[in-house]
């Protein structure tokens, strides 16, 4: 079933030659390339999340010593040339190291935690949708529920419970992120539903589960993909406030979060410690708005301001 | 603690004391929870309130504007700007003004309360508000804008050009009040987000207030006042809810109205 | 003969596009005499919602562009106006009723607010329609409803029509049906006191039964308040009812223009002829309606000729002349080359150009 879902959806995106049944809104791919080539927004910001994300996948390659290695002299600041550019932190560790590993784990965190809450939204927002009655019912007032938990009650409840781990912030996000999820694919679904390509499916009698995942689902991807987007740049963020206050990841654990925590003490002596991590965030956060931001452009998805 | 009773009893009581105000004990300084939280919410509410107020008057003069002249340089000036501000972390920009402000009069550290004068209040609280409220101020900036624009759109904002009225009448007296509505409901949303900022950013400017608080019980495996910290902020969040629900049903009249017809 | 009291003089309104320049209006001229109701009719996207709009300049620039060798109002060429007097004229001298009554009024005033603050413009009352104390009105202190633009709001209400006139002024426009809403925005669009309302497609939204009433009542108000209608539909009904005169366009383009009865009796330009066929008739026998084949030209890079030339069945080389128009009877004219003399005489001997609406298809 799900390689069904991702033939269809990636069919799609790519507009492949295989057109489908009752297929419209063609190809997404296409018009973000169209996006792409006239909009200096969308090449900045793609561009960003490209060395971003090369960075973390190379970051053994990438990182000049191990992020863990205590064996340089303490508090260096940066020279931006030389062994260590970017400086070293309070226990002597190469600050370049930590950030270009910090940029593995930050990313990891915020996709798997945008992952987490789109694999339980996105399924609830579509039967909520297509049900309607008292299924809708029952999933929104869920989601309604879920709507007062902040990122940082969960976060506060999960380390209270479980204490410091690299999956507190992946569930505290992820848990927070799923209304959001949930509510964007039931409002799409709304409109899909009385589309003709859908009435069409049910009329020759194909099974609803078959029709919520093969024909809604995947004409309902614009606006899902766009939130994803967002959604990462705030789960970032978001990492990096849990981490910083100590109720995210433990703090061996390099995050950029947690480079920034152990900057904490040392603002007015060692300020490139708390400096430079929050620097690239707001790098690569940009970029993924920026990018984020051309999707939403590409695919004319209104803006909800969400979360 | 009554531990050897059943859990649902335990419940039961446990519900009975917070209606009755009762939050329990610290486990580490034997303070009632109650009496600890109100002690440190006021440090809180300040930044919280001054940072939502900073963020809504950078929102709407540069939403509107940046609606108003889009495509034209200062669109483009207040998007990047919005950009930027909403790709920071509060505690963050907060770190920034402990640099920057370091050697000037304005005090980036601690707190004074409200009752000891408003000016040293003010100036101690000034710096984390900006904190707190600029990624916020961006975020609601963008909202207003693309909320403007829409609305200029709309057949009722030409409607109102036919009818003679200059372009301000238009903007701020048939246009605004619309373009508010959905920007409140996000406003809304955004309180809660802005929360965990304000717990971040007194930590930066050691502020003894509500965040240090939960942080440091945290610490300390302080359970009782884990608990009483959660329970506050969801009673701060569905009071905001209702002031939201509040402002909403005055600004849009289809609410107000919708019952009777 | 006194002047008339609007002269549309070459019209042409473009709008920049990513895909080329639209030319959404392409040249047309055309006069609304004191007193008439002059109709245009036309298909969607013939270009006659923003001839409306080009009149009261309404374009809203980019992408739209106005040109026109002149837009006389009472005399006097709109286009060499000032923007505070272009102000003083919308609403005050031209007003204009919208399709949609539902999204034309604004959902968070009261509709009593939206009349009376017409009647402030435009109006010698004593109070004052100044930025600030409009915003005072409006989110501090409310409308006052003692007031002379009030009474006059309420008065118009009533004048149009809608019951309870006091109640409903309070009210917002979703407390109202559809056809209450068309008499707000006609009661709107008289509360200026204006010589001329043009009025896009003011029925179409609304129900059979409502329509007739709306355009019943616009009938009466031209004798009660003495204005001038230009009545934009794509319904050849609507006209027929209510017109004195009328125009009709195509692809931007004015392709005939004559008295009602006269046109209707006997249309002289092919696509009109077309158009008449298309409307389905009470005696009918036919058993399908005639459809004009093709489909509207794309209005990007439009190239010179009779742009109805491609679905014309009498289309000949002549057709991509620049279009003329030709006097093909009192105050009618058509703009086809079928009626220019060469081609009449040239055509004695065979099938002459078309006369009357029951020809082609028998010719054929």
Same mark, same amino acid.
């Given at each position: 079933m799900i390689s069904r879902l991702i033939n269809t959806v990636s069919r799609r995106l790519t507009g492949g030659s295989e057109t489908h049944l009752f297929g419209i809104r063609s190809n997404l791919l296409e018009r973000f390339s169209r996006i792409l080539k006239r909009d200096r927004k969308a090449q900045v910001g793609l561009s960003i999340v490209a060395v971003v994300s090369l960075i973390a996948i190379f970051a053994p390659v990438i990182a000049p010593y191990d992020p863990m290695s205590q064996n340089f002299p303490v508090m260096q600041p940066p020279t931006f040339t030389g062994a260590h550019p970017l400086g070293t932190d309070s226990f002597g560790r190469d600050l370049l190291s930590r950030v270009v590993f910090g940029a593995r784990l930050s990313l990891a965190v915020g996709l798997s935690a945008v992952a987490f809450g789109t694999l339980i939204g996105v399924p609830m927002g579509l039967y909520a949708g297509y049900y309607g009655g008292w299924v809708d019912d029952l999933l929104m007032r869920m989601v309604d529920t879920m709507w007062a938990f902040p990122a940082l009650l969960i976060a506060i409840l999960a380390v209270a419970i479980?204490?410091?781990?690299?999956w507190v912030p992946i569930f505290a996000i992820g848990f927070a992120l799923i209304d959001d999820f949930a509510r964007i694919t039931r409002g799409e679904v709304l409109s899909i539903r009385e589309e003709e390509y859908t009435l069409a499916a049910e009329s020759i009698g194909m099974g609803k589960f078959k029709i919520m995942f093969e024909e809604i689902l995947p004409n309902a991807v614009a606006p899902i993909l766009v939130q994803y987007t967002v959604s990462t740049a705030r789960a970032i963020l978001t990492e990096a406030t849990l981490s910083f206050l100590g109720i995210g990841v433990k703090i061996t654990t390099p995050t950029w979060g947690s480079l920034l925590r152990q900057g904490r003490g040392f603002i007015q002596q060692a300020w490139w410690i708390s400096i430079i991590p929050g620097l690239i965030i707001m790098i690569t956060v940009l970029g993924i708005n920026l990018f984020g931001d051309a999707l939403r452009d590409a695919f004319d998805v209104k803006e909800s301001g969400g979360t | 603690m009554n531990l050897d009773e059943p859990v649902h009893v335990q419940y039961i009581n446990w519900m009975t004391d917070i209606t009755q105000g009762d939050l329990g004990t610290s486990?580490?300084?034997?303070?009632p929870v109650l009496e600890m939280i109100v002690g440190v919410i006021e440090p809180t509410l300040s930044i919280g309130t001054l940072g939502m107020l900073i963020a809504v008057s950078i929102a709407l003069p540069a939403g509107i504007i940046s609606a108003l002249r889009r495509y034209q340089p200062e669109d483009y000036v207040a998007t990047i700007l919005a950009f930027l501000g909403l790709s920071m972390p509060e505690f963050w920009i907060g770190i920034l003004l402990v640099l920057v402000f370091a =050697? =000037?009069? !304005?005090? !980036?550290y601690g707190y004074t309360a409200i009752s000891q004068g408003l000016v040293s209040w003010l100036s101690h609280i000034i710096l984390p508000a900006i904190a707190v409220g600029v990624p916020y101020g961006a975020i609601l900036m963008r909202m207003v804008r693309s909320s403007m624009l829409e609305v200029m759109s709309e057949d009722y904002v030409r409607t109102a050009r036919a009818k003679g009225l200059d372009e301000n009448l238009v903007v701020f007296k048939h246009g605004l009040q619309n373009a508010l509505i959905p920007v409140v409901t996000v406003a809304g949303i955004l309180f809660a987000v802005l929360l965990g900022g304000v717990v971040a950013v007194e930590l930066v400017f050691g502020v003894s207030g509500f965040g240090r608080l939960l942080i440091g019980s945290i610490q300390r495996r302080d359970f009782p006042v884990i608990q009483g910290s959660v329970i506050t902020i969801s009673f701060l969040f569905v009071g905001m809810n209702l002031v939201i629900d509040f402002v909403y049903t005055l600004i849009n009249p289809q609410i107000r109205y919708g019952g009777e017809s | 003969m006194a002047e008339p009291l609007l002269e549309v003089e070459n019209l042409r309104t473009h709008f920049d596009t990513e895909d080329g320049r639209v030319q959404a209006v392409d040249g047309i001229s055309f006069s609304v005499e004191h007193g008439e109701i002059f109709g245009v009719v036309g298909e969607s996207g013939s270009g006659k919602s923003v001839t409306a709009r080009s009149i009261m300049q309404l374009i809203e620039s980019p992408p739209g562009v106005i040109n026109a060798d002149a837009i006389r109002f009472k005399g006097e060429d709109l286009l060499e106006k000032s923007p505070p007097e272009i102000r003083e004229i919308r609403g005050g001298e031209i007003s204009m009723i919208f399709q949609d009554p539902m999204t034309s009024l604004n959902p968070v005033m009261t509709v009593g607010e939206q009349i009376a603050e017409v009647a402030r413009h435009h109006l010698d009352t004593s109070e004052s329609s100044g930025f600030w104390s409009e915003m005072k009105r409006k989110y501090?202190?409310?409308? /006052?409803?003692? /007031?002379e633009s009030w009474r006059r709001a309420i008065e118009l209400m009533d004048m149009v029509g809608l019951p309870d006139p006091e109640q409903r002024a309070h009210e917002y426009p979703h407390q109202l049906s559809g056809g209450m809403r068309q008499r707000v925005m006609i009661a709107q669009a008289l509360a200026g006191d204006p010589s001329l309302i043009v009025a896009d497609e003011p029925t179409t939204a609304l129900d059979v039964s409502v329509e007739a009433q709306i355009l019943h009542e616009l009938l009466e108000l031209r004798d009660e308040f003495d204005v001038s209608v230009v009545l934009i539909t794509h319904d050849l009904g609507v006209i027929h009812e209510t017109c004195d005169r009328l125009a009709v366009m195509y692809a931007g383009e004015l392709m005939e223009k004559g008295k009602t009865g006269d046109v209707f009796e006997d249309p002289k330009h092919p696509y009109t002829q077309a158009l008449m066929k298309s409307i389905p008739q009470i005696t009918d026998d036919r058993e399908w309606l005639d459809v004009i084949p093709g489909s509207v030209p794309d209005l990007v890079d439009k190239p010179a000729g009779c742009p109805f030339r491609e679905r014309c069945e009498y289309a000949f080389e002549g057709c991509t002349e620049p279009l003329v128009e030709y006097d093909v009877g009192e105050k009618h004219t058509a703009a086809c080359h079928l009626h220019s003399d060469e081609v009449n005489k040239e055509l004695t001997d065979r099938p002459a150009a078309p006369e009357s609406h029951e020809g082609p298809s028998e010719q054929v």
């Open positions: 479980h204490g410091q781990s690299i | 486990f580490f300084s034997n303070q =050697t =000037t009069p !304005i005090p !980036i | 501090v202190t409310g409308a /006052s409803h003692e /007031s």
